[in-house]
Nanobody
Framework: QVHLVESGGGLVPAGGNLRLSCATS????????MGWFRQAPGKEREFVSAISWSGGSIAYADSVKGRATISRDNAKNTVYLQMNSLNSEDTAIYYCTARKDPRYGSRWYEVPYDYWGQGTQVTVSS
């Protein structure tokens, strides 16, 4: 079983920045595709960003493109999501997720994923 633990959420003023972290248990982290999703109140969960096992492929949702940077440190079994220029529409619970087997093609970053964290709340105040 793989456990994902998110951290770094909190209350941030509009225009501010934050970095989310996701620490992962397990010895095969370096082979996982890692992703971030979010769910705002009253809305469905949506894709935010993903990074392939090698870091060679990265994807972002249009809503965060240019403001977000995903990265991974395989030595620390951790994936990060740097979010800049936050606005009220970024308010959501952010979930880290992992997939054991790689997928290929233009939609490699989409669900399904195998493991999910409990989420970390990000609230952007206006």
């Amino acid at each position: 079983q793989v456990h994902l633990v998110e951290s770094g959420g909190g209350l941030v003023p509009a225009g501010g920045n934050l970095r989310l972290s996701c620490a992962t248990s397990g010895r095969t982290f370096s082979s996982y595709t890692m992703g971030w999703f979010r769910q705002a109140p009253g809305k469905e969960r949506e894709f935010v960003s993903a990074i392939s096992w090698s870091g060679g492929s990265i994807a972002y949702a249009d809503s965060v493109k240019g403001r977000a940077t995903i990265s991974r440190d395989n030595a620390k079994n951790t994936v990060y999501l740097q979010m800049n220029s936050l606005n009220s529409e970024d308010t959501a619970i952010y979930y880290c997720t992992a997939r054991k087997d790689p997928r290929y093609g233009s939609r490699w970053y989409e669900v399904p994923y195998d493991y999910w964290g409990q989420g970390t709340q990000v609230t952007v105040s206006s």
